[in-house]
Structures are given as C-alpha cells and as structure tokens.
Nanobody, 121 residues
Framework: QVQLVESGGGLVQAGSSLRLSCAAS?????MAWFRQAPGKEREFVAG????????YYADSVKGRFTISRDNAKNTVYLQMNSLQPEDTAVYYC?????????????????WGQGTQVTVSS
C-alpha cells in the first residue's frame, strides 16, 4: 500500500495561483489529481504516467493547470493558475499500479487525505 500525503491547499482570490504537492511513500505507475466539491461527485482533474511523463487533463482545467512529477522525490505537483470560484473543492491525490491513466476514481487504489482549495470571487 502506497501512502500519499498532500499539501498546498488554501484560500485565494479568483485569478490567483496555488501549487499542490503529493508525496508518495513508494513507487507508483500513474498518479492523478481528483477534486470533489460539496454535493458533487469526485472528478478527474489531471494525471501523469510516471514512466513516460505523459500528462492528461480534464477539459475544465486544460491550459490553466499543469501536472508534473519529480521522480527522485516520488512527488507529483499540480500547478493551478487563473483559479476560479468553480475550482473550489477538496483536491485528492491518487495512485495506481498500472501505467494507464484512468478517469474514474474507482480505478485508483491509493488516496491521500485531501486538501481544501477555496477560491473567492
């Protein structure tokens, strides 16, 4: 079981930036960020194939968010720019032991505790 520890959430104004970090205790093959707003289902935000570095994004964040990884630190980052109130949610890091990125939350075996991101208008 891989342990995931997130950090970097907070309260910001619209148009601001935040960077989330997720440190994994062991090797994974693909990692992703999901988010869940109150009353809504958990949704895919971005993912990265650990080996190839290929990245994937939800249409709602494409061009504003960037996912990246640091192999040496077993850490994945989510740089979020031009934040909007609709980005407000709890953001979760997830990992799975297959190289294929999945867009469904149930496809991931390991989850972090979540970090709150609140964007005020």
């Amino acid at each position: 079981q891989v342990q995931l520890v997130e950090s970097g959430g907070g309260l910001v104004q619209a148009g601001s930036s935040l960077r989330l970090s997720c440190a994994a205790s062991g090797r994974t093959f693909s990692m992703a960020w999901f988010r869940q707003a109150p009353g809504k289902e958990r949704e895919f935000v971005a993912g990265v194939n650990w080996g190839s570095g290929r990245t994937y994004y939800a249409d709602s964040v494409k061009g504003r968010f960037t996912i990246s990884r640091d192999n040496a630190k077993n850490t994945v980052y989510l740089q979020m720019n031009s934040l909007q109130p609709e980005d407000t949610a709890v953001y979760y890091c997830a990992a799975r032991r297959t190289a294929t990125i999945a867009y469904q939350a149930e496809s991931y075996d390991n989850w972090g505790q979540g970090t709150q991101v609140t964007v005020s208008s």
